[in-house]
């Protein structure tokens, strides 16, 4: 249940806030900050009103936590994998190539 959560958190987040989702999918900047850049769409929806600021911020918060928890569940799974290795390393030790 918690696997499939972690990679749908993104998801709902996008779909919750799919008008800001929008915004900052439609931002000129790829991998833009959305802060205080000049010519970024979220930028401008905020200082136009359109979208709310503390929805913003809580649009950014939960995609960082949900980025987070991507990044921790990648990374433990990353160390699941270097562990299983290390344990067939181990193993083949154990029964090395015959000698001649
Ligand atoms: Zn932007």
């Known amino acids: 249940m918690r696997e499939l959560a972690l990679w749908a958190v993104e998801a709902l987040v996008e ?6 989702a929008g915004l900052a999918r439609g931002c000129r900047f790829l991998d833009c900050a959305h802060g205080a850049e000049p010519g970024c769409a979220v930028a401008a929806a905020l200082a136009a009103g359109t979208i709310d600021a503390a929805r913003w911020t ?3 918060k939960l995609l960082a936590e949900a980025r ?11 160390a699941e ?7 067939i390393h181990k193993e083949m030790r154990h029964h090395p190539k015959h000698r001649r």
């Open 68 to 78: 987070y928890h991507e990044w921790v569940s990648s990374k433990s799974a990353a």
């Open 58 to 60: 809580s649009y950014q």
């Open 81 to 87: 994998e270097k562990r299983k290795w290390k344990a």
């Open 15 to 20: 779909e919750a806030f799919g008008d800001i």
